[in-house]
């Protein structure tokens, strides 16, 4: 099992309305690392560190499960779309995405509390210059965040 911090913007998708719908398709994802990530090693089942980011408080706000295999995003072939891809094709989709499930709200864990505990030091997500919007996240990070979030 693997374990990932997913960063959404909570005025695109929150954590209150993945619990509201349930399980949501991850898309929009416009870097080749973070794509890699679904595409390569995601795996149903795998834990998610639901993450608030560009906003007035960001931080871990719940907890979610990847749910399905990588597919192709669709947002990339909508010209309507601000995630468009010209260069992308159905015969050949640049952009993948997962779908992931609600598990739990919780408190907001901020960024400036997880900077506090030496246990989350060598998160990708505390890094300067990390811009990712999907980081793993080590199983050693994963229990002591659902302990620190009592879940």
């Known amino acids: ?37 679904m595409r390569d090693a995601m795996q149903i089942g795998d834990g998610v560190l639901f993450y608030h980011s560009s906003c007035a408080e960001p931080g871990v706000a719940g907890l979610a499960e990847v749910s399905s295999n990588a597919y192709p995003d669709p947002t990339q072939f909508d010209p309507a779309s601000k995630y468009f891809d010209a260069k992308s094709s159905s015969d050949a989709p640049r952009w993948q995405q997962v779908d992931v499930r609600f598990v739990a709200q919780t408190r907001l864990l901020g960024l400036e ?4 505990y030496p246990e989350l030091a060598q998160m ?15 199983a050693v990070e994963w229990s002591f965040i659902r302990e620190l979030l009592a879940c």
């Not at 509390?113 to 506090?116: D, F, I, K, L």
């Not at 990708?124 to 080590?138: D, E």
Request: glycine share 8%.
């Open 1 to 37: 099992m693997n374990y990932w911090l997913m960063k959404s913007e909570p005025d695109d998708v929150s954590i209150a309305d993945l619990a509201r719908l349930g399980q949501v398709g991850w898309y929009g994802v416009r870097n080749y690392q973070a794509r890699n990530f």
């Open 124 to 138: 990708q997500v505390l890094k300067r210059g990390n811009r990712l919007s999907i980081t793993p996240v080590s």
């Open 113 to 116: 509390e997880m900077r506090s």
